[in-house]
């Protein structure tokens, strides 16, 4: 008995180290094959020679540990609790771990499997409704922002017809007033007391933990969400502005929250799907350049150091992670 439990322990660490292996293969070599063999990849040679250019793009790399940093502020936000605490450093590890994750799954599933994968085998299902609660509070900045700046976008850089300008304002406004009621109101979600309803001892407990979230925290969470949202649509029109010639921080400032506000309400698979990212980022640059190489470079470029480096640095987290987040307190 005692050497089948010796065998069964030896075959768990074996599989769990199988897993691991086989997820770092994998997240590398996709980011290995967007990266590598991208035509973008060449096309952001030509700023090299450029010292402002330089410069500027340095800048943009400086922003993003601290766009990450952010991140992990909200994270560790929601997860201190009487029970557990979280150091910065862990809930930095944890975070990059979740965009590791999410290079291979679904947006918030991957970021929460990858963060949870930290946590004590209590707190996983109560951390992945707490990350949950971090992806929504971001969502919501993202359509308020790209909601308010939208109908000044279309008025001076589309001529649009006010009428349409007004429809598209109006639905915009819509869906973030939604998202914001959405955030407020999911702990007043009851269960029905009679009947059966599966996995309710689970849902009971992310009711729990959504219970426990006070609203001061979610008013915290928004307001760290709009400082990341700024950071990162700030790094965007900067680099916008080194690709495209001749065109002004401003107007690229503006068409990056419209580019924000459309691919947060077209749902990819990953979070580095590429492909509906700069086709938005196109379409929507057109009034303001018709440098469309340019564009898809300076998406390309964002995705490089916001999701492709960041999920590296998680990648190696996650491989070599050990019991250091399991300590209570």
């Known amino acids: 008995m005692i050497?089948?439990?010796?065998?069964?322990?030896?075959?768990?660490?074996?599989?769990?180290n199988a897993v691991k292996l086989l997820f770092l293969f994998a997240v590398f070599a996709f980011l290995w094959n967007e990266i590598a063999y991208s035509k973008q990849t060449y096309s952001l040679l030509s700023v090299t020679g450029n010292p402002a250019a330089m410069l500027m793009l340095t800048i943009v790399m400086c922003a993003v540990p601290l766009n990450w940093y952010i991140e992990s502020v909200k994270w560790r936000c929601l997860m201190n609790t009487p029970d557990f605490a979280f150091s910065s450093a862990d809930a930095f590890k944890s975070t990059l771990a979740g965009a590791a994750a999410s290079t291979l799954l679904p947006n918030r599933i991957g970021e929460s499997i990858g963060r949870v994968f930290w946590l004590p085998d209590h707190l996983k299902l109560p951390g992945a409704v707490q990350s949950g609660l971090a992806g929504i509070s971001q969502l919501c900045i993202t359509l308020a922002?790209?909601?308010?700046?939208?109908?000044?976008?279309?008025?001076?850089y589309t001529n649009s017809e006010p009428l349409l300008v007004l429809a598209l304002s109006f639905t915009a406004s819509i869906i973030t007033a939604c998202g914001f009621y959405l955030l407020f109101n999911l702990s007043k979600i009851k269960l029905p007391v009679q009947g059966k309803i599966p996995f309710r001892g689970r849902l009971q407990t992310c009711q729990k933990a959504l219970r426990q979230t006070r609203p001061d925290t979610l008013k915290k969470l928004l307001i760290l969400s709009a400082l990341r949202y700024l950071v990162f649509s700030i790094q965007f029109a900067v680099v916008l502005t080194v690709f495209v010639n001749s065109l002004s921080f401003i107007p690229a400032l503006a068409a990056v929250a419209v580019i924000y506000l459309v691919t947060t309400l077209v749902p990819s698979f990953t979070l580095a799907e590429l492909g509906i990212r700069e086709s938005?980022?196109?379409l929507l640059m057109a009034p303001l350049s018709e440098q469309s190489a340019a564009v898809i470079t300076a998406t390309f470029l964002i995705w490089c150091v916001n999701i492709a480096l960041p999920s590296l640095f998680g990648l190696y987290f996650v491989t070599v992670r050990k019991n250091l987040l399991t300590r209570a307190v």
């Open 3 to 16: 050497v089948n439990l010796k065998y069964s322990k030896r075959f768990a660490k074996s599989a769990q």
């Open 145 to 156: 922002g790209g909601a308010l700046i939208l109908p000044f976008y279309l008025i001076y």
């Open 280 to 282: 938005a980022a196109v």
